[in-house]
């Protein structure tokens, strides 16, 4: 049971039990003030009182019983807290999905986004986490016994960006073929310092079989919306995920374009982690089951985010 629910049973019996004092006293008090007062009265009258008064207080002890000691429900059964990293809620994926399952269960889903949201359900705060399989907490989350094993559910991606006059001509390219192209160009890149992008980055070099990484030429040190500035400032190509940069774009006038992102190598995938213990553990996984059914998986991969025409969100849930 969880420790609200304990807490509100233990005050529950608590103040039963104090009822129950009270009413056996007034009992006592009463059954003593008639044997007083009738103490010229035959026996057998006064055990006919005496069985009807404790009838009576049996019957109110016994309904305050049952109903202060039934199991306890919360008033928020049908409330369901997801904690996630930032972009299934700014895309507007979880929205829509949270939208077509409403139509099937009378759950209240709430969505809370952040860079850490294990610890929003190490705090108690969620039911479930929905984050990268390889995000920094998931493990950790899942061997400390606090989560149970995570879920495949979807994927998002980086890309290939650069001006969108795109002078080294990669627009629409495999990633090989475009990492090619670019190495062998003399157009600028800015390497984002971040694990994805410094990956795809050792990876493309790897396969590609270029004389040196491109971030090799890179000649400044940024990540994130800086990359991108530095990137806009030297009409340079780089690396990042595809929805922080059509956030970024929607948020400033940008020369820059995505060019590249139709290779798998680009997907990363997110995982759901229903939480131990939690009081709507059981919505958790129903919503768990309902994100990899196969009509959901297609929704995800039907869904076009931020005005963007490309698919940027690829289903995973046969990956279990």
Known sequence: MPKTLKSVFLFNTVNMCNVS????????TNIKIETIKNHTKSTHH??????????????ILTTTILTISSPVHSENTNILRVAMVKTPGYSGLMDMLAQHYKLESDVKIQFHSSSRPHQRARAGKADMVIS???????????????????????ANQAAIIGPKSDPAGIRGLSAIDAYKKLAASDQP???????GPNFLDGYL????????????????????????KKAEQQQ??????????IKYSQETE??????????????????????????HQQQAKAFEAFLIRPDTQAKIAQFRPMGSERQLWWPYGRHN
């Open 21 to 28: 004092i009270r009413l056996l006293n007034n009992l006592l």
């Open 46 to 59: 006064l055990s006919k009182i005496m069985k009807s008064r404790f009838s009576k207080t049996l019957i």
């Open 132 to 154: 990268h399989y390889g995000k920094a907490g998931m493990e950790k989350f899942v061997m400390d016994g606090l989560g149970h094993w995570p879920v495949m559910l979807f």
């Open 189 to 195: 890149f800015v390497a984002n310092q971040l694990p």
């Open 205 to 228: 070099f790897a396969e590609s079989g270029s004389k040196q990484p491109l971030s090799a030429r890179s000649t400044v040190k940024a990540a994130k919306k800086q990359a991108a």
């Open 236 to 245: 340079a190509y780089f690396i990042w995920g595809a929805l922080p940069f």
């Open 254 to 279: 940008t020369r820059l374009d995505i060019l590249v992102a139709a290779d798998p190598i680009f997907h990363r995938i997110m995982a759901s982690s229903v939480v131990k213990g939690s009081e």
